[in-house]
Structure formats: structure tokens, C-alpha cells
């Protein structure tokens, strides 16, 4: 409103009430509908992050089978662990399980962004295509692909008959064999994974001027050049932050091994995050299962101090 | 204009407070935990149940039953369905832990959650007295303590379901009576592309359906009858064991060794294998949906080890939680459930699929229509609880839930020794039972 206007105004009639213009002078002050703002979220993440975790902390520090009362029992729970053999099966299965589906999604989704980041006919369609396996629900798409590894019937077998690699109905065991169903859940998790990688480092890619690209190529660096020495350095942030939300998403993973394995064939793919499931929900232990599930804690601890001391310094 | 609108009449933030105000008073308002008042009539009764392979059974109780209780007491009821397939131990967990709303519902394994269900005791009592009585071994999974914990429902009975003309092609004409005998024929068929598929993977029913009446008939137990020695460890287990090699070896699919429950079924539909254990399900969708193979299927009773035939249960129960608000309504619902008026139709309309734990159906016309279903019913006859010997209490809950026999089993599979698996076992079951 104009000076003018503002001079032209009649006067105003005096304020109904100072109590209400105080209560919205105080709304309005940054601080206090800024704190509004965040409380409803962080109410909710107390409520169903913070409770449960707190519960679960406590849980682990008692002896509670279903529906009675609880015992303390200190360590108990957790020396209980230490001389389980499955338990300690389910973290070095847990171990290989992260590390070589990050490693894939890793290279396989540095892949795929560059190549999405050139330019050729039907990309949009490609790209939104590549994202299918990240918006199907995960059980969905495991039973899908309890079919493809089905011996008899399965997609990867048959290929192997129609390419000689293995007689008819002789190809391997997908989900049977030991080994083979540890690197078909790894290759379950890579497959979902990838476009989360790919579309990230993606839209890392396309923050990277194509000035650089242009001065390196005047300089004389080749193809391998600019990706050594331009793309990558360029794209370590954006890499970094990737895989570590992947390792945190991984290392938690519970579906996929659930609905493909239910950790079997004999314990060969059962994950820390199952093992929990097993003991508290399956077999109601809920403080050993509380205990087995906050064992993976620390892992994520490591995880998220390397991710916050990397943000400090960049 | 006022101070706070916005020129393009967009909602002020004072406008977003209120409506965010008013909306959270109403989803608590709604979300409020009201108790009935004790003498008034409930409006309502929620009761949870595993999804049945048989979908007449489902329907039968959907379309008829549920209906029926509407329009005879004026009370509805709340069916809550959970997937087959391993999710409603669980779930039923989750209810009692979380004291969710749910009044009763069809309980498995409730040895893990006894102390969260309501004394049933007149129902069970009322219900056996009327209907022939039950079957005593189900006592030791629904009577705990002196009280019946939960009302038995049915058997989902597991027996050995075969293709009769790759039987018959190998010269087989009747089904193996004794282990030795089902490793030899599983052999013949195996080498002339049929192999058995016997699960043993992470599942509940049809690995521990075999493998637990296997190591029984072979005089091997997991625990002595006090619940507390362990005793597993023996010669009898250790040949059981080898047994189980040589017949995944010779006679098996290689992939049955990591099947979960749905696994076996898919193979045996799709004529990958000859001969596993399962539920009478498969014989019924083959009939349903694959007329052919309908035919060429039989049913088998296990076979018998020099300890003599053992099957296994797969109990189904009706249990009141102990937290439901008012328990009068949730029994006066079990009790119209479980009289002959309703339930005698709701077990025909699975053909049996759930086999009565209950004397008065023993000679039921039902049997009599699809003869195959006859090994389902005399599966009652040797069956025994997958503690036994032991009592089915919730460390027995906890080996089978963790697995600990069957990887003993399918670790012998991969190569591992004898000793070493069962050692191996026996050191999870000391971490069980102390």
C-alpha cells in the first residue's frame, strides 16, 4: 500500500483486543512459527522412531517373552547372542550381503547414469522405465522373481538350456543351493537398488558444467580423462552421500531375504534383520529379539559418524 | 484487507495452524480408546484369521457364517484376514503384545502366547461333550496350566501327496510303507525324471511334516518327555540323518532343500516333481484347475521308520485375547461358531481340509465323498505335536521357529558331517533349554 494511501486512511477504530494482536504478533515471530512448524514432525518421529527405539533399548535389557512380565537380566540377552552360532551366521551373512550389493549397485548405477546422461532417442521413456524396479512394492516384486530363479520353470534357466550352458531341467538350484541363494538375494537387492544409484549420480551429473568437460577436452584429456579427472572428483559428494544411505538401506534389509529364503537354505541367507524377527516375532522373545536387532545399531552408528564427519569437512 | 490474508486469497499461516489444529483434535478424537460400559450390547466383534489355501472355506464363513451371527444377535463382526503362508503366529503376536483391537480369532502355535488368552475352558468343555469329544492329543497344545487356553479347530492334516502314474510308470503300484521302501522308489523315479521334492527349507508345515515323524519313526527325539533333557543327540538322530542325505541325494530336486511352504505346491502343479508332503490343497486346486493331474494324484500315509508311522500336527484353534473389552461377547461368538449348526457346514465346505479334532465327524459322509481325502483323517490317529515328545510350551515354539532340526537336516544335505550337524544342534537347543 502507497504512502499516500496509507496517509489518505481513515483512522483505524482502537484494537478490540490486546491480547489477541499480542497472541498474533507472537504467531508470527519467526522463532515461534518456525518451532510450530517442526513440532508435529518431531512429535511423530518420537512417537513411532523415538518410543519404539526407546522401548526396544529397554527390551533388550530384560527377559520378556510374550505377553508377561518382564525380568531384568542386564547382558544376559546379549552374552545369549554372543555364543549363538546363527547369530553370528547372520552377521557375516549381514557383511557380505552390504558390502557386495553396495559394490554393485555401486559400479552398475555409475553405469547407468552415464549412459542416462547422454543424449538418444526415447530417454525420458528409458529413464522412467529404469526407475520401475524402485516404485514396485518389494514384496510383489520378489515373488516375481521367486518365479525367474525357479529351477524347472525359471526365466534364468531356461536361458542357460537355450544357450546349451545346461541340459533341460538340469540348470542349478537358484534358492537351493547354499551359495547360489546368498548371490541370488544380492542379486535381488542390486536389482532394486540400481535406479536409486542411477538417478541420483544422474542428477549429480547434470550439476557438472559442461565448461569443464570443454576446457579438459581443449587440454587433451580423452574420454577416460575427463571421467578420471573431471566426473568423478565432481561427483564424490553426491557418491558418497548414495552409498551411504544404501548401506544403511541394505544392511537393514528384511523383506527380500524374507519372502525369497526365509533365510534358508540352512541359515545360508538369513540376515541379522531376519534373525531378529525370527527370535522376537516368530518364536516370542522380545528381549532377545530386541537385543539382536539393536546389535545392528552400532554398525549404523560408524555409518552415520563417517557420513557427518565427511559433510563437516566438505 | 486483513493483516494476515494473502492477496491471492491463498490460506494464511494463521488459517494453516487452525486447520491443522482442528484436524489433529478430530484423528484424536477418533483414534480415543472408548471402553464399552459392561451392560451394554456390543456394536461390534473383530475376529482375525489366517486366509485359508481353500477358498470355499473363506467364503463359507464370509458369506454365510458372519451374515447369520449379523442377523441373529445384531452384532457385526470385523473379519480381519491375514495372509497365509508363515504371517499370523506373528500377527497374532503383534495383537497380544500391542493389545490391539482385536477380540478372538484362529490361533497356531499358541504356546508362545498362552498368558495373553482368556480361559476357555467352558467352551472347549461344552463343545467336546456335545460333539464326541476331542482327540486327546490335541489337549496338549489347548490345555495349559489345568485351563483350555484356546477351543481346537481342525488339522491341516500333512501326508504324502504322489503322482500315481509316474508310481505306476516305475513299477510302484502301491505307495512305499516304509522309509527304506520310499527311498528306493523315489530313487527309480528320480533317475527316470521324477524326482521327489521333500521341503526343507525356512518354512513351517511341510519341512517340519516330514522331517520330525522321519526322525520319530527312526526313534530319534529332539527332547525327552520332561521338557527339560536334551536328547537329541543319538544314534537314532545320526540315521535319520544320514538317511536324509542319501534321499536328497538320490531321490530329491536339488532345489527342495531351501523351499519355503508355497514352494512344494508349485512344483507338484507344475509336474516338476513325483511325490512331497503337503496338505490336501494340492489335490484340490489340481482338480480345480488342472482336471488331468487331478486324476493321476494320490494321498499317502507317511512311512513308517523301525520305530513304526508318526505324523506330524498343523493345529488350527480359536482363541479369546485377554484383553478384549468384553469377553462375554467374544465367547458367545466361539460358542455359536463352534456348535454343529455352523461348524459341521464350515468343514464340509473345505472338504475336510481342516479334520476335525472332534469325535462326532469321525464318520462324517464327507470322508466318504473324495476317498484320496481318507489318509488326512487317520493322520489324526498317529499324529503327535511337534514338541513330542516333550510338552508343546514356547521353547519348543522357539526350536521351531529357529529352525534348529530342520538346518540339521538340510546342513547334512550340503555335505556337512553327521556329528558336526547334530552337534551343531544340539548347541541351539542348549541355548533353548539351558
Same mark, same amino acid.
Given at each position: ?53 526407546? &522401548?526396544?533399548? &529397554? ?217 531378529? &524377527? ?37 | ?233 543319538? $544314534? ?80 488350527? $484353534? ?82 521351531? $521357529? ?33
Amino acid at each position: 500500500m502507497s504512502r499516500v494511501a496509507e496517509a489518505a486512511r481513515p483512522a483505524q477504530p482502537a484494537v478490540p483486543s490486546v491480547r489477541a494482536f499480542r497472541l498474533r504478533e507472537w504467531l508470527e515471530r519467526e522463532a515461534v512459527f518456525s518451532w510450530l512448524m517442526l513440532t508435529p514432525p518431531l512429535l511423530f518421529l518420537l512417537a513411532f522412531l523415538g518410543y519404539p527405539f526407546c &522401548y526396544g533399548v &529397554y527390551l533388550s535389557f530384560v527377559r520378556r517373552p510374550v505377553a508377561q512380565p518382564a525380568t531384568f537380566v542386564g547382558l544376559n540377552n546379549f552374552l545369549h547372542l554372543y555364543n549363538d552360532p546363527i547369530f553370528w551366521q547372520a552377521v557375516w551373512n549381514t557383511f557380505r550381503f552390504t558390502a557386495a550389493a553396495t559394490v554393485l549397485k555401486l559400479s552398475g548405477g555409475l553405469a547407468m547414469a552415464l549412459v542416462m546422461h547422454q543424449h538418444f532417442r526415447f530417454k525420458g521413456l528409458t529413464r522412467a522405465l529404469l526407475l520401475l524396479p524402485f516404485i514396485v512394492p518389494t514384496v510383489l516384486s520378489t515373488v516375481a522373481w521367486q518365479w525367474i530363479f525357479d529351477p524347472g520353470m525359471g526365466m534364468f534357466n531356461r536361458l542357460l538350456a537355450f544357450f546349451d550352458l545346461v541340459k533341460q531341467g538340469q540348470g542349478p538350484s537358484w534358492l537351493g543351493n547354499p551359495t547360489l541363494a546368498m548371490v541370488s538375494v544380492i542379486l535381488v537387492n542390486t536389482w532394486r537398488g540400481l535406479p536409486f544409484f542411477g538417478i541420483t549420480i544422474l542428477a549429480g551429473l547434470q550439476t557438472i558444467p559442461d565448461e569443464l568437460m570443454e576446457s579438459a577436452t581443449i587440454d587433451g584429456a580423452g574420454t577416460w580423462g575427463r571421467f578420471r579427472h573431471v566426473t568423478l572428483p565432481l561427483l564424490m559428494p553426491v557418491i558418497f552421500i548414495v552409498t551411504t544411505f544404501s548401506i544403511i538401506f541394505t544392511f537393514f534389509d528384511f523383506q527380500l531375504v524374507y519372502v525369497l529364503t526365509g533365510g534358508g537354505p540352512a541359515n545360508a541367507t538369513h540376515l541379522m534383520a531376519t534373525y531378529a &524377527y525370527s527370535v522376537g516375532m516368530s518364536s516370542g522373545q522380545m528381549g532377545m529379539g530386541s537385543a539382536a536387532a539393536l546389535a545392528m545399531v552400532p554398525v549404523l552408528g560408524v555409518v552415520l559418524l563417517a557420513m557427518s564427519s565427511y559433510v563437516r569437512r566438505s | 484487507m486483513a493483516r494476515y490474508q494473502h492477496a491471492d486469497g491463498s490460506t494464511s499461516r494463521r488459517d494453516f495452524l487452525k486447520l491443522a489444529a482442528v484436524g489433529a483434535a478430530g484423528v484424536s478424537a477418533e483414534a480415543a480408546w472408548r471402553p464399552r460400559r459392561a451392560d451394554a450390547k456390543p456394536a461390534q466383534i473383530t475376529f482375525m484369521r489366517e486366509s485359508s489355501y481353500v477358498k470355499e472355506f473363506d467364503e463359507h464363513f464370509k458369506n454365510v457364517l458372519i451374515p447369520r451371527y449379523q442377523q441373529e444377535t445384531g452384532i457385526k463382526i470385523v473379519y480381519e484376514i491375514i495372509a497365509a503362508g508363515g504371517s499370523a503366529v506373528p500377527r497374532t503376536v503383534a495383537i497380544v503384545e500391542s493389545k490391539a483391537p482385536v477380540d478372538a480369532g484362529w490361533m497356531q502355535q499358541e504356546w508362545l502366547y498362552r498368558e495373553g488368552l482368556l480361559d476357555v475352558s467352558d467352551i472347549a468343555e461344552e463343545v467336546g461333550k456335545k460333539q464326541g469329544g476331542w482327540y486327546p492329543e490335541i489337549k496338549s497344545q489347548s490345555v495349559w496350566e489345568g485351563k483350555w487356553k484356546t477351543v481346537p479347530f481342525g488339522n491341516i492334516g500333512q501326508a504324502m501327496v504322489y503322482r500315481r502314474d509316474w508310481f505306476d510308470q516305475a513299477g510302484i503300484t502301491t505307495f512305499p510303507d516304509t522309509w527304506e521302501e520310499f527311498l528306493e522308489a523315489g530313487t527309480k523315479l528320480k533317475k527316470a525324471g521324477h524326482p521327489y521334492g521333500m521341503s526343507m527349507g525356512h518354512g513351517f508345515a511341510d519341512n517340519n511334516s516330514w522331517l520330525l515323524p522321519l526322525l520319530w519313526g527312526f526313534g530319534g527325539q529332539v527332547v525327552a518327555k520332561d521338557g527339560k533333557t536334551i536328547t537329541l543327540d543319538s $544314534n537314532e538322530t545320526a540315521k535319520a540323518v544320514d538317511y536324509v542325505r542319501k534321499l536328497y541325494k538320490d531321490a530329491c530336486i536339488d532345489d527342495c532343500i531351501g523351499w519355503l511352504d508355497p514352494a512344494n505346491n508349485k512344483a507338484f502343479l507344475t509336474s516338476q516333481i513325483s511325490c512331497t508332503n503337503n496338505a490336501m490343497s494340492i489335490l484340490i486346486s489340481a482338480k480345480r484347475d488342472l482336471p488331468d493331474m487331478g486324476k493321476v494324484t494320490d494321498h499317502a500315509l507317511n512311512p513308517k521308520g523301525p520305530k513304526g508311522r508318526f505324523h506330524s500336527l498343523v493345529s488350527c $484353534n480359536h482363541g479369546i485375547f485377554a484383553h478384549t473389552p468384553d469377553p462375554a461377547a467374544a465367547k458367545h461368538f466361539l460358542r455359536w461358531l463352534m456348535d454343529p449348526k455352523q461348524v459341521a457346514a464350515w468343514y464340509r465346505s473345505a472338504q475336510m481340509y481342516h479334520a476335525p479334532y472332534l469325535h462326532a465327524y469321525d464318520k462324517d459322509e464327507e470322508w466318504d465323498k473324495e476317498p484320496r481325502f481318507k489318509p488326512y483323517h487317520k493322520v489324526l490317529e498317529t499324529g503327535k505335536l511337534v514338541s513330542w515328545p516333550a510338552p508343546a510350551d514356547r521353547r519348543a515354539g522357539e526350536v521351531v $521357529n529357529k529352525w534348529i532340526i530342520i538346518d540339521m537336516f538340510a546342513k547334512a544335505c550340503t555335505g556337512t558331517p553327521t556329528k558336526t550337524v547334530i552337534a551343531e544342534a544340539v548347541t541351539g537347543l542348549k541355548q533353548i533349554y539351558g
